[in-house]
T-cell receptor, first 112, second 114 residues
Framework: DAGITQSPRHKVTETGTPVTLRCHQT?????MYWYRQDPGHGLRLIHY???????DKGEVSDGYSVSRSKTEDFLLTLESATSSQTSVYFC???????????FGQGTRLTVV | AQTVTQSQPEMSVQEAETVTLSCTYD???????LFWYKQPPSRQMILVIR??????QNATENRFSVNFQKAAKSFSLKISDSQLGDAAMYFC???????????FGAGTTVTVRA
């Protein structure tokens, strides 16, 4: 299995609080992605990274920010959590982008 | 901008029969790659098949094959001799070599009837 872990795996937080999700890889893959999965919407891209300190927005980036200060870690921050951000979040990594992407186990986030 | 559309939320197939899942996409790029991923109830994402856009030949992996129609921007997945273990949600995905974006569709849930 590809070395990719997400933390935490589950989190309940209150509206208005900041939340940071971590994606850690041991594969030295260049590309890292954050998605949210919601029923009826599939996987929607939030932000992605194509190298250290190189990031870009996906289709649902509002209310989210990311940072990648080293190859192995890609952090997703919800600046002020809202109930609409309740979701399952997946991180994915890819060596060359056009090859297989490997996914973390997912983080179930509930905003109350 | 690139989009991936899966218009079939659910499909049902009898065991040993064939089912075809539809996927259409839109991109202005010429260098891109297409994928089908499977997500069983465990939520683990598994690569099913991959297609390079510059190749005309349709990709095949055992019982899984694609029908890649580049001009129509269509990328359907055919599952032959369906098995109970094929029951899962299937996602179509597009990677653009220009901006490194990996986009997914909304998914199709496949149910296999014994």
């Amino acid at each position: 299995d590809a070395g990719i872990t997400q933390s935490p795996r589950h989190k309940v937080t209150e509206t208005g609080t900041p939340v940071t999700l971590r994606c850690h890889q041991t594969e030295n893959h260049r590309y890292m992605y954050w998605y949210r999965q919601d029923p009826g919407h599939g996987l929607r891209l939030i932000h992605y990274s194509y190298g250290v300190k190189d990031t870009d927005k996906g289709e649902v980036s509002d209310g989210y920010s990311v940072s990648r200060s080293k190859t192995e870690d890609f952090l997703l921050t919800l600046e002020s959590a809202t109930s609409s951000q309740t979701s399952v979040y997946f991180c994915a990594i890819s060596d060359r982008g056009n090859t297989e992407a490997f996914f973390g186990q997912g983080t179930r986030l509930t905003v109350v | 901008a690139q989009t991936v559309t899966q218009s079939q939320p659910e499909m049902s197939v009898q065991e040993a029969e064939t089912v075809t899942l539809s996927c259409t996409y839109d991109t202005s790029e010429s260098d891109y790659y297409l994928f089908w991923y499977k997500q069983p109830p465990s939520r683990q994402m598994i690569l099913v098949i991959r297609q390079e856009a510059y190749k005309q030949q349709n990709a095949t992996e055992n019982r899984f094959s694609v029908n890649f129609q580049k001009a129509a921007k269509s990328f359907s997945l055919k599952i032959s001799d369906s098995q109970l273990g094929d029951a899962a949600m299937y996602f179509c995905a597009l990677f653009s070599s220009n901006d490194y974006k990996l986009s997914f569709g909304a998914g199709t849930t496949v149910t296999v009837r014994a």
